[in-house]
């Protein structure tokens, strides 16, 4: 069975400081891993996602994740927060080509100006 | 990016109707449609998969007669709540995607269900 933990249901940041929102899972083969943004009353929008080859994977809006197998985490990161980046984010992880992805329980994220 | 639309957005019904929801791919075809379920502050629940010609597979604790889905073309499926209660309130969102095997999910921008 697959599952994914996001620890934080809060992440408070300033505008201008770096991010980081914690996902760690748990699959039995490989896992494809993926971030979603929502707004709120709006559906989910993909950030990025990682299938294989390069751990570092770059996504919309200067987002970018991190895959550690070893740690089994993929920590969605950005460098420098904004106000808009506010919203409830959410981790989702599959195994292989299962079909059916698991999302965690979202962290939502407020930045403060 | 590929984009998924729902209709309609909000929906307010009587208790005892049916009501029908739309998730159409728009720029894409979606082998491969799912419907979830997401109440205030939580996460999503999923609660069936659907794929283009075939009946929906629902998880476990989901009722099939109270939620026909139907996903009659690689475009378009449909989740229609029959019935409904003011239990059945909720945030309903699809997604879909085009079966490629390392696809991505994308979702649509939701229905908010309403039950009187």
């Known amino acids: 069975a697959q599952s994914v933990a996001q620890p934080e249901d809060q992440v408070n940041v300033a505008e201008g400081n770096p991010l980081t929102v914690k996902c760690t899972y748990s699959?039995?083969?490989?896992?494809?891993l993926f971030w979603y943004v929502q707004y709120p009353n709006r559906g989910l929008q993909f950030l990025l996602k990682?299938?294989?080859?390069?751990?570092l994977v770059k996504g919309s809006y200067g987002f970018e994740a991190e895959f550690n197998k070893s740690q089994t985490s993929f920590h969605l990161k950005k460098p420098s927060a904004l106000v808009s980046d506010s919203a409830l984010y959410f981790c989702?992880?599959?195994?292989?080509?299962?079909?059916?992805?698991?999302f965690g329980d979202g962290t939502t994220l407020t930045v403060k100006p | 990016g590929a984009v998924v639309s729902q209709h309609p957005s909000w929906v307010i019904c009587k208790s005892g109707t049916s009501v029908k929801i739309e998730c159409r791919s728009l720029?894409?075809?979606?082998?491969?449609m799912f419907w979830y379920r997401q109440f205030p502050k939580q996460s999503l629940m999923l609660m069936a998969t659907?794929?283009?010609?075939?009946?929906?597979?629902?998880e476990q604790g989901v009722e099939k007669d109270k939620f026909l889905i139907n996903h009659a073309s690689l475009t378009l499926s449909t989740l229609t709540v029959t019935s409904a209660h003011p239990e059945d309130s909720s945030f309903y969102i699809c997604?879909?995607?085009?079966?490629?095997?390392?696809?991505?999910?994308?979702f649509g921008p939701g229905t908010r269900l309403t039950v009187l």
């Open positions: 720029d894409f075809q979606a082998t491969t």
């Open positions: 990682y299938i294989t080859g390069d751990n």
């Open positions: 659907s794929n283009e010609g075939s009946k929906a597979t629902y």
């Open positions: 997604s879909a995607s085009d079966g490629s095997g390392t696809d991505t999910q994308y």
């Open positions: 989702a992880v599959r195994e292989n080509n299962a079909g059916k992805s698991t």
């Open positions: 699959v039995s083969g490989n896992p494809y």
